[in-house]
């Protein structure tokens, strides 16, 4: 017997095993899955990763329940590589066994050891009615928790996702649903069997209930847009705390130029309204920015963009939506996403035009003092350039949360001429003081010259002309990343959240 003769039968086996791995749950389940629009967990990874990157580990787990109900493996997208997991839905319904439960450990474990960014992909029922995963089994999360701040972690909802399964979506840095996607502690026959409540699965956990309680950052029309998303919010981030983001090659880099459009944009009169993301359009790179919970707490924009070729964070007020006020939900969403930011050392702009936090008694119930001290904490604690412009006001509290503070170290601060600023507005201050009028004339005119002022004591670096903002941005941008002259490491904090 030749050697190729006596590897014939054992290779043979092993194909065969492969073979009903990849099967998955089988040709008349998955052809009931792709009927209801959706891509099945293999056909994701194709779409998501680059072609032909993808490289399975524990095809063989599960024995008979094809990959136990997770294919996992790495792969790469954009060039860099990641690991990645997508929990099979034809396979007993995505449920973790022992074998599955192992393989998510696996996945986050390497991730931190090689230092490449996590995906996970959801559609999956939780663990399985089975004592075999208690005791001391590693889970997945311990090993997930360690990731956090080291490598970037990424979660697609792409189904119902209930249990063990769901709750590694908030555990994740941003996460996107589809519009078949769900999300919940446990799902609606667990719910009835508990409570006595009957109710569906989107009214329990699907996009209109997990983006307006921000267990879901983002929300995609189908698997594709979901997909698609994913690679491009990981675009702008460094494969670990351990590198820098990467700049775009010279030849796409947007050179300096000025903005005259803001002149249009932004109005010289506080009272009046206009669209923040206008001003994004017009200071960012042609390329376009990426927002980040965009129908969360929507007084405040969280974007991902480039100015000059360099991946920036944006944390910008948005006149249109409360007049800029800052509530409970605008702050919680920014203070994550700083937080985000500064572990993977993206530069932050900040872009102020706010009348302060928002007041009022709906209000003071949602924490929002609790909620703008998480803000503050988590911008003064960060350790990454930081950059600001004060468009038009800001006003106490709600300055400092937007890194309006002298000695803040920041990298730059600037102001429009007639930025007003202070503890609270000359019209605010008059009624809460009962001033007489010509009191409040005099406040409003110190409220009107507050910039100069300001200015004049180096209160922030200096006061641009609109058409000047790209520029100055730009420019305080390229000094600061010469910061960069130790090699990137974690950010450690030592600040408690409050």
């Given amino acids: 017997m030749t050697n190729e003769q006596g590897w014939k039968e054992t290779l043979e086996d092993l194909d065969l ?3 009903r791995s990849r099967a998955m749950g ?3 389940r998955l052809a009931k899955h792709r009927g209801k629009g959706k891509l099945d967990a293999r056909a994701r990874l194709d779409h998501l990763l680059d072609k032909g990157s993808f490289r399975e580990f524990g095809t063989l787990v599960g024995g008979e329940i094809a990959a136990d109900g997770i294919v996992a493996g790495s792969g790469l997208i954009n060039g860099t590589p990641v690991m990645i997991g997508a929990e099979d839905f034809t396979t007993l319904a995505g449920s973790i066994g022992p074998g599955g439960n192992a393989k ?15 995906v996970m992909l959801l559609e999956g029922a939780g663990f399985r009615p089975s004592g075999e995963h208690y005791g001391r089994t590693p889970t997945d999360l311990l090993a997930q928790a360690q990731c956090s701040g080291k490598v970037p972690m990424v979660g697609g909802l792409l189904g119902p996702s209930a249990g063990h399964g769901a709750l590694v979506a908030p555990v994740c840095d941003w996460t996107i649903m589809s519009n078949q996607g769900a999300i919940f502690t446990a799902g609606p026959p667990v719910v009835k069997e508990s ?11 699907g996009p209109s209930v997990a983006i307006a309680s921000g267990v879901i950052h983002n929300l995609a029309e189908n698997d594709e847009a979901v997909l698609d998303d994913i690679r491009r919010y990981l675009s702008y981030f460094p494969p670990s705390a351990w590198s820098y983001p990467a700049s775009l090659p010279a030849d796409e880099a947007a050179e300096a130029r000025s903005t005259p459009e803001l002149l249009d944009i932004v109005p010289r009169g506080n009272r009046r309204v206009y669209n923040m993301r206008a001003v994004l359009d017009v200071v960012f790179d042609d390329r376009g920015w990426f927002e980040v919970q965009p129908k969360f707490g929507q007084a405040m924009i969280c974007a991902l963009a480039h100015l000059g070729g360099h991946p920036v964070a944006v944390v910008a007020n948005q006149p249109k939506v409360l007049a800029g006020s800052i509530d409970a939900d605008a702050a919680d969403k920014a203070a994550h996403f700083i937080n985000v930011a500064d572990s993977f050392h993206l530069p932050i702009v900040f872009l102020a035009d706010n009348p302060g936090m928002l007041p009022g008694s709906r209000s003071e119930k949602t924490g929002v003092l609790r909620s703008g001290a998480r803000m503050f904490a988590a911008q003064t604690a960060a350790t990454t350039l930081k950059l600001h412009v004060t468009l038009r006001k800001a006003y106490g509290f709600g300055s400092m949360v937007m890194s309006l503070l002298g000695f803040d170290n920041q990298s730059a601060t600037f102001a429009y001429p007639g930025a007003t600023m202070g503890a609270m507005s000359a019209a605010a201050l008059s009624k809460a003081s009962h001033a007489a009028e010509d009191m409040e004339a005099k406040l409003r005119k110190a409220e009107v010259e507050a910039s100069f002022r300001s200015a004049g004591h180096l209160g922030f670096d200096d006061l641009i002309h609109p058409e000047e903002t790209r520029n100055a941005l730009l420019a305080a941008l390229q000094r600061g990343i010469y910061s960069r002259q130790a090699a990137a490491e974690p950010v450690s904090r030592t600040v408690i959240t409050p």
């Avoid at 450990?105 to 090689?114: F, G, I, Q, T, V």
């Avoid at 409570?195 to 956990?205: P, Q």
């Fill in 17 to 19: 095993r492969r073979e």
């Fill in 104 to 118: 998510r450990y696996r996945l986050a474990e390497l991730a931190l050891r090689d230092r490449v960014p996590l």
């Fill in 26 to 28: 089988g040709p008349e």
């Fill in 195 to 205: 409570t006595g409540e009957e109710i569906s699965k989107e009214d329990l956990g």
